[in-house]
């Protein structure tokens, strides 16, 4: 049963961002940068690939390098530089099954949170493009659920251990912990596509630690669960979920940077203390940077889709409208705010770090919460892409433990129906199809305050003459501020 249901979702989930790809052919929005330094790392041809530099230096180089290999394969063109993210979108929903399954114990939860996530439309649209984000949910979901496989492994070798004489004793070494190490290069890819993806790393090594003082609470107490925790799996967190993850990040940037590999790494020339460098480089710029974006939005107004993003937008001669918009489904969305509340009152009340509910909330809270606190100017929906995975779980979660009675099963179905029916209606604006005014106007319901916003004081010199002298004195004003978004909540 479980195969049948995971293809056929995985099936599905694929097929639906498969069709029309290529559409638009031009590059849209950031794909004028991270597909052309896909190409860039190929070729190095600004006659081939439009720039003769790395333009997103910034940011780490390993969801470029996946990026180029549609490219390697299907030539620069709209096919070839979306084809990987497509892919990696598709993955994403398969994991994310195997980890509903594997939390929950239900094939009803595990196709719940996974064709939620199939038919979600940030999730389909970032699917779709030439951009970094998407490789972010797909290693975040793999590290999760390689945890839960080390936990499994650990508590089956813990009901049977090696010798049962030991079973008081027994605890695995440092070296036998395999899907330990997985997540940690998981986490680690994660955060060599993005930095945003650090975030699911600490997520990770918070949830291995509050999982390994769980295991101990019951027979050692609190305190001296914490000690035993930390003279015990201090070595193997450190292996596999620190130093993992950290030389995995610096091998992706091995063709991105020079030096020699076997000077000293703190002499000038060294390819380690270039490598340290370019990571200074781009933490100034991410400390400092001042640019606005008319699309941006303050990460509090993202899961209630106050600003979401056009990526593309153009008039037909006939006066229809076709346009790509990265958004959620309000509907969707805004249940997802009250399972994730139901999910961390029911982990809260539980007090038991192995309730599905303590990953689900972790998850989420690490991958989102953050932003609250560290956002910088131009933040955009779509870095909520990580966390959308954990939403539907949250949502799964709730459908388990209203149990299975035909009233619940009834409500479970309504609601898929209902997320089903709002994808259809809004999909067009994901595709770029062609939509009359008036149509595209009903997808945009109510989110139509988009009036400028308020005008800036500001200087403006100007230049007079008299008696043959140029005079140059400062006029206050006011002007519309450059790249900033409208005030209210605005889809336009």
């Known amino acids: 049963m479980d195969t049948i ?38 070729a190095g041809a600004a006659n081939v690939c439009d720039t003769d530099y790395e333009i997103t230096y910034v940011h780490p180089p390993l969801a470029k390098w996946l990026l180029a290999i549609g490219i390697r394969i299907f030539g620069f063109d709209s096919f070839g530089w979306r084809i990987v993210a497509v892919v990696a979108g598709t993955i994403t929903i398969l994991l994310l099954y195997m980890l509903a399954r594997a939390i929950l114990h239900s094939t009803l939860a595990a196709v719940l949170a996974s064709g939620l996530l199939a038919v979600d439309l940030l ?32 508590l089956e070798k813990l009901e049977h251990p090696p010798d049962p004489d030991e079973r008081k004793r027994w605890r695995p070494s440092v070296l036998d912990r395999p899907w330990r190490l997985a997540a940690g290069l998981a986490g680690g890819a994660a955060t060599a596509c993005k930095w945003s993806g650090g975030l699911i790393l ?4 918070v949830l291995s630690i509050a999982w390994e003082v769980g295991a101990r609470r019951k027979a050692s107490g609190w305190g001296l669960a914490f ?43 060294s390819w380690l203390n270039n490598l340290y460098d370019q990571q200074i480089t781009m933490l100034d710029f991410h400390q400092n940077l001042e640019a606005t974006h008319s699309y941006q939005s303050p990460p509090w107004s993202w899961l209630l889709l106050k600003r979401p993003v056009s990526y593309y937008f153009h008039t037909a001669p ?16 805004w249940s997802s705010i009250l399972a994730l509340v139901y999910t961390g009152v029911a982990w809260l009340r539980a007090r038991d770090m192995r309730d599905p509910a303590g990953l689900i909330f972790i998850g989420f809270a690490l ?51 209902g997320t089903v029916g709002l994808f259809m ?14 149509r595209w106007d009903q997808r945009i319901w109510v989110f139509d305050n988009c009036d400028p916003p308020p005008a800036v004081k500001t200087t403006i010199t100007v230049t007079s003459t008299r008696n043959d002298r140029t005079v140059e004195r400062a006029r206050p004003t006011k002007k519309p501020p450059d790249s900033v978004p409208p005030p209210g909540w605005c889809w336009i």
């Not at 063709?255 to 000038?268: E, H, I, K, M, Y």
């Not at 006939?318 to 969305?333: K, L, Q």
């Not at 067009?428 to 939509?435: I, K, N």
Request: with cysteine; aromatic share 18%.
């Open 5 to 42: 249901a995971v293809t056929l979702v995985t099936l599905i989930g694929g097929i639906i961002r498969f069709i029309n790809l290529k559409s638009p052919t031009d590059l849209i929005f950031d794909e004028t940068y991270y597909a052309k330094d896909a190409c860039f790392y190929l």
């Open 425 to 438: 209606f809004y999909l067009p604006l994901g595709t770029g199809a062609s939509l009359p005014q008036d």
């Open 123 to 154: 999730h389909f649209v970032q699917s779709r493009v030439s951009m970094l984000d998407i490789f972010v949910p797909m290693f975040g979901v793999a590290a999760f659920l390689f945890l839960v496989y080390d936990r499994e492994r650990l």
């Open 202 to 205: 600490v997520a990770v090594i």
């Open 318 to 333: 006939n006066g229809d409208y076709r346009e790509i918009m990265a958004t959620g489904s309000p509907f969707v969305w």
């Open 367 to 417: 991958t989102y919460l953050p932003w609250l606190i560290f956002a910088r100017s131009a933040v955009f929906i779509f870095y909520l892409l990580p966390a959308i995975p954990f939403m539907y779980l949250a949502i799964a979660y709730v459908s388990v433990r209203i149990g299975e009675s035909w009233e619940a099963r009834t409500a479970v179905s309504i609601f898929a129906a």
């Open 227 to 269: 000690k035993r925790t930390f003279l015990e799996e201090t070595p193997s967190i450190l292996l596999w979920l620190v130093i993992a993850p950290v030389v995995l990040y610096s091998v992706t940037f091995i063709g991105r940077l020079g030096g020699s590999f076997f000077a000293w790494p703190w002499t000038d020339g």
